[in-house]
């Protein structure tokens, strides 16, 4: 099918609001737009971090599914305290594939579960005694935990326990930090405030921890990886090009990383920003306080990774810039290779992203390195800085959507026919089952990695197998097929 | 009277941040802005104007900042 027209888009947009309420119908009308490279500020098409409205099936997470979720839960050498009712710990643990090396249990506890289990009586009575309580049945239990963190669930909030007080008094006794962390689920509009606060904490508790303290040797070419979540081994896949260039990984914060790391991050040279939306908080305070530079970067597909690599490099002198050009020489060959064999299996087919703050923008680079199209994309949580980033890398009139709803998602997909849908798990099973190849962008679909060179043929790959599988060709029973069904589906695909 | 980090960007103009809002602009124009001091009437590529007392000697970037609204 042909790509719209903007007038098309236009339509397509206001056909679809149609059905809203005169309210809904106003609002909803400012999280969808049109992309028009000429706009330099992207507040002037799209609005963005509003409230979802009442009523409409977002998919959203919470303030704590921010904190705990992405920024607190992987530093690995942490006890995670989701200090509440046992629900929101146990559904989200696990979940979100970010591999770490150490034995589960003993010196690591990336996927377990650790909650205080609120019962009524704690409601009523204060939940302050049964964390401490708690604290200490950690430290016997798990005595090489490196430190914990107190993760508050919405009950909290509410009947105002004083988590801050318990920390520091435990923290004395057991003499490991203990972060409070007041990340609470009704706060903000979207797991976005969440990352705010947990970069808030990490500042007041944990980068000023070495302050003062030389005995870390340092060496000019030291740099932090943040926000690189290590999905299915994404940070592993990215840092060994990092090593190859002659930079020193110190720190991998968040993604396989330990709070040693992220104490020592003050002392690097370079902080690299993967996920932009979750992490630039603490970017910014770390440039203000230790005057250390940041850069966003992206390795998603060649074209980008070879564009991040040279950026990287000219923060640093030209031993590290002529060992940039030199990696991406060496992998070349891969990537060429990679291209050849999946190119013409992929050329022209049209993607739709929808996924959470910074891939809707990052993978269009590797989409297009296989010659494929992004036709549509949003962001669940995105701000509007995220937005003037996407516009420039999305083609003119293509669809931009804000926390799309999931009535709106479905129809705009209807109508623009996507070869392939790239979202979560909530989307997965709905686009499926209507008959369009679907790839989780969230988990990679339990594969991956993703990102760096050898992410990318994994990428090419998976993509490939998604898109033409042969099971698209049989949507229809059997015995349902009329003869013209059977033609179709072998005209769409020569 | 929100607390503003100001930061130079990559192509050397000064962005200002509004950590609370998650405002970022570029800054357009400075009323005083000579070795000696630094300040005064702010506008925004947005169009918004803030103020913020002349400080002298000049601040040294990146760093947070006091500004008022200014209309």
Not at chain 1, 18 to 39: F, G, M, T, W
Not at chain 1, 274 to 296: A, L
Not at chain 1, 450 to 465: L, P, V
Request: some cysteine; proline content about 5%; hydrophobic content about 35%.
């Amino acid at each position: 099918m042909a790509n719209l027209t903007r007038e098309e888009t236009l339509d397509l947009i206001a056909e679809v609001l149609e059905v809203y309420p005169e309210k809904a119908k106003k609002d909803r009308a400012k999280h969808l737009a049109v992309n028009d490279q000429s706009i330099e500020q992207s507040k002037k098409c799209i609005t963005s971090n509003r409230k979802s409205l009442p009523g409409v099936m977002t998919v959203r997470g919470c303030a704590y599914a921010g904190s705990k979720g992405v920024v607190w839960g992987p530093i690995k050498d942490m006890i995670h305290i989701s200090h509440g009712p046992v629900g929101c710990g146990q559904y989200s643990r696990a979940g979100r594939r970010n591999y770490y090396v150490g034995m589960t249990g003993v010196d690591t506890f990336g996927t377990m579960n650790f909650t205080s289990d609120f019962q009524e009586k704690d409601i009523v009575f204060g939940g302050d005694k049964k964390l401490a309580k708690l604290i200490d049945e950690i430290e016997q239990l798990f005595p090489l935990n490196k430190g914990i963190s107190i993760q508050s669930e919405c009950p909290i909030g509410l009947i105002g326990d004083d988590i801050e007080a318990v920390a520091k008094k435990k923290g004395k006794e057991i003499e490991k930090p203990i972060v409070p962390v007041r990340c609470e689920g009704f706060r903000g509009v979207s797991q976005s405030l969440g990352h705010h606060i947990a970069n808030d904490a990490i500042r007041d508790w944990v980068i000023g921890n070495r302050d003062g303290d030389d005995s870390f040797a340092t060496t000019p070419y030291d740099v932090a990886v943040i926000g690189d979540y290590n999905i299915g081994g994404d940070a592993w896949a990215s840092r060994i090009l990092l090593e190859e260039m002659g930079l020193r990984v110190v720190a991998q914060w968040s993604g396989d990383g330990t709070i040693a790391e992220m104490e020592l991050t003050p002392k690097v040279k370079l902080n690299l920003i993967h996920c932009y939306r979750s992490m630039n908080y603490i970017s910014r305070h770390m440039e203000e306080k230790y005057g250390i530079p940041w850069m966003e970067y992206n390795f998603f597909g060649p074209t980008k990774i070879a564009e991040s690599l040279r950026k990287i490099a000219a923060f640093f002198d030209e031993t590290i810039q002529a060992n940039a050009e030199a990696v991406i020489a060496k992998y070349q060959a891969q990537y060429d290779a990679v291209i050849a064999k999946y190119r013409p299996r992929l050329e022209g087919k049209r993607v739709m992203l929808y996924v959470g703050g910074l891939r809707p923008r990052h993978v269009i680079g590797a989409y297009e390195d296989l010659g494929m199209e992004v036709v549509g994309t949003g962001y669940e949580f995105a701000h509007n800085d995220d937005y003037d980033r996407t516009i420039k890398d999305m083609a003119e009139s293509t669809l931009l959507y804000d926390d799309v709803t999931g009535y709106e998602f479905e129809e705009f997909v209807k109508r623009i026919k996507p070869d392939l849908i790239g979202s979560g798990i909530k989307e997965k099973y709905i686009f499926q089952k209507m008959g369009i190849p679907f790839r989780q962008m969230h988990s990679w679909d339990y594969s991956g990695p993703y990102h760096g060179y050898d992410g990318f043929s994994i990428f090419a790959r998976d993509m490939d197998m998604t898109i033409n599988n042969p099971c698209w060709g049989k949507m229809q029973a059997p015995w349902l097929a009329t003869e013209a069904a059977e033609e179709e589906p072998a005209q769409a695909r020569a | 009277m929100p607390s503003v980090m100001i930061r130079k960007s990559d192509s050397g103009a000064l962005l200002f941040y509004v950590a609370k809002k998650d405002m970022e602009e570029t800054i357009a124009t400075v009323e005083t802005d000579t070795p000696q001091t630094w300040g005064g009437e702010v506008e925004l590529t947005d169009g918004s104007r803030w103020y913020i007392d002349p400080i002298s000697p000049p601040p040294i970037f990146p760093t947070t900042l006091r500004f008022k609204r200014a209309d």
